[in-house]
């Protein structure tokens, strides 16, 4: 008779919860669909999750778990696979675009669709940054960005800059006699490097101030915007304060000085301290300082992604290790005796190294979205569209996706590039730092497969996979010297 009182209680409960469960979920969809109005495109498959949070948990337990694609296997499963599911994540009712075709026309249709990015981001990256400014702004700040790390000739000027940091950095890492968390090395590396870009040159302590300030700020970039502490926003708020403040420094520094140095050679700081727009009036500090902490963040983040993966995914494939190395040192055997460095020419006709890098994007996810908001209700495929983006693990597209196969791109790199294969987007949201990051990425590989080789303390342990993949122990590691 307990017994059965029991399973009765429990029957009631459980029917109890899955009727609220499924009466918020209507009460919550009805809300975000009604504040639409009328709509001449019918939404997309999917729900809106429970009120306030949305989907935001199954989102993370998928991305918290070894298997983050199964958020969006869930959605095909549950909605097929139609490219295009409704949700609420972020704080947004938002629509996931995993299409290429809807993923193009989205990046590159800027009529309908302008950035929409979550207000955690726009917070912390800043309402004066490239995320944060619409239109024509945007483009005159992209063009002045641009100018200076673009082109043939820009990028050749870096390379002895990007060795002169490199080189003896990796020198360093290998004299250490114990296991170092390589990501985090890297991301030093990266940040110095786009800080030379920048400013000219940095302290190392206001360096290492830095790569622990974004390390904090990063997670905040996708979390509630929750201003309390002991949440991650609140604690990537405190991050960027002390960001702003570190760069507020600088630019004083640099305007200070800027009659004393009237003749030295002009960074990206120095060009957005001194533009002007058709009115005669100049950037307020804010803006450079947001602009400068974005692009600073951008410049050796993703950076440090790449270059880590590239490594671990050759060194737990051999073959391809050799075949990478090979390369390289066919570089070294080609050049004049009287040549020192890289050259732009060698690094571009390199074949097998920039198929590594390319598939590290990829395999690496180092993009991890990119969000737009509609401006009007949009039809593409009958449906309204809010948001976009996660293609490169699909395996309709990339037979294995979950393989690491540089030569995958061999075959189908043209097909792919402007439509599957789109790790810093594409249109004129696209990454403005494109091709000084695989710049970097090359000189890095290259000296690095040529002199070095890693030792993983824990080559098969666990990844984190927010707010970016890699290894839970940041790639704990020995750098040895090659003989």
């Not at 440090?304 to 590239?310: D, R, Y």
């Not at 790199?413 to 990425?441: M, V």
Request: charged share 25%; proline share 6%; with cysteine.
């Amino acid at each position: 008779m307990v017994v059965e009182l029991l399973w009765s209680i429990v029957a009631v409960l459980a029917a109890t919860y899955v009727i609220l469960f499924g009466f918020l979920k209507k009460i919550n969809e009805w809300y975000y669909v009604s504040r639409l109005g009328k709509k001449h495109h019918p939404l997309p498959p999917g729900d809106m999750g429970w009120p306030f949070i949305g989907n935001l948990c199954s989102f993370l337990r998928a991305f918290k778990s070894q298997d983050p694609d199964s958020f969006i296997h869930n959605l095909i499963k549950r909605h097929g696979p139609t490219g295009i599911y409704k949700t609420h994540l972020f704080g947004s009712p938002s629509v996931i675009v995993c299409c290429p075709e809807l993923c193009r026309k989205v990046l590159t249709d800027d009529e309908h669709f302008s950035l929409g990015y979550p207000s955690s981001a726009i917070k912390l990256g800043g309402k004066k940054s490239l995320h944060g400014v619409q239109s024509s702004e945007h483009r005159r700040l992209r063009r002045l960005i641009s100018d200076p790390i673009n082109g043939h000739r820009a990028l050749a000027l870096y390379i002895d800059h990007i060795e002169d940091i490199v080189i003896p950095s990796l020198e360093e890492l290998a004299t250490r006699n114990r296991p170092i968390k390589f990501f985090t090395e890297i991301k030093r590396i990266g940040l110095k490097v786009i800080a030379q870009v920048l400013f000219g040159s940095i302290e190392d302590s206001v360096l290492s101030s830095m790569v622990k300030c974004y390390t904090e700020l990063f997670p905040g970039v996708f979390s509630m915007p929750i201003n309390v502490p002991g949440f991650t926003f609140h604690r990537a708020l405190k991050a960027r304060k002390k960001l702003v403040k570190m760069i507020g420094d600088e630019v004083d520094e640099r305007r200070a000085k800027a009659s004393v140095l009237a003749d030295r050679k002009k960074g990206l700081m120095d060009l957005l301290m001194e533009v002007e727009n058709e009115k005669g009036e100049k950037l307020e500090d804010e803006h450079i300082i947001d602009l400068l902490l974005v692009i600073l963040f951008a410049g050796h983040e993703s950076t440090a992604h790449t270059v880590m993966w590239a490594i671990i995914y050759l060194n737990h494939h051999p073959e391809m290790l050799q075949e990478a190395k090979k390369e390289q040192q066919e570089v070294i055997e080609r050049r004049p005796s009287s040549q020192k460095g890289l050259t732009l020419t060698e690094i571009k006709q390199m074949e097998y190294l920039p198929k590594v890098i390319d598939e590290t994007l990829r395999r690496g996810n180092i993009g991890f979205t990119f969000f737009r908001k509609a401006a009007a209700d949009v039809n593409i495929k009958g449906y309204t569209f809010l948001l976009n983006r996660a293609v490169h693990m699909d395996p309709n597209i990339y037979s294995n996706p979950d393989e690491f196969l540089p030569s995958r791109l061999e075959l189908q790199n043209q097909r792919l590039k402007g439509r599957a294969f789109i790790p810093f987007g594409t249109g004129t949201r696209s990454c403005p730092g494109a091709d000084l990051a695989k710049l970097e990425i090359s000189i890095f590989l290259h000296y690095f497969l040529l002199n070095y080789k890693l030792e993983e303390v824990n080559p098969k342990g666990p990844i984190n996979y927010l707010p970016l993949p890699r290894p839970a122990d940041d790639c704990l590691a020995r750098i040895i010297k090659l003989p």
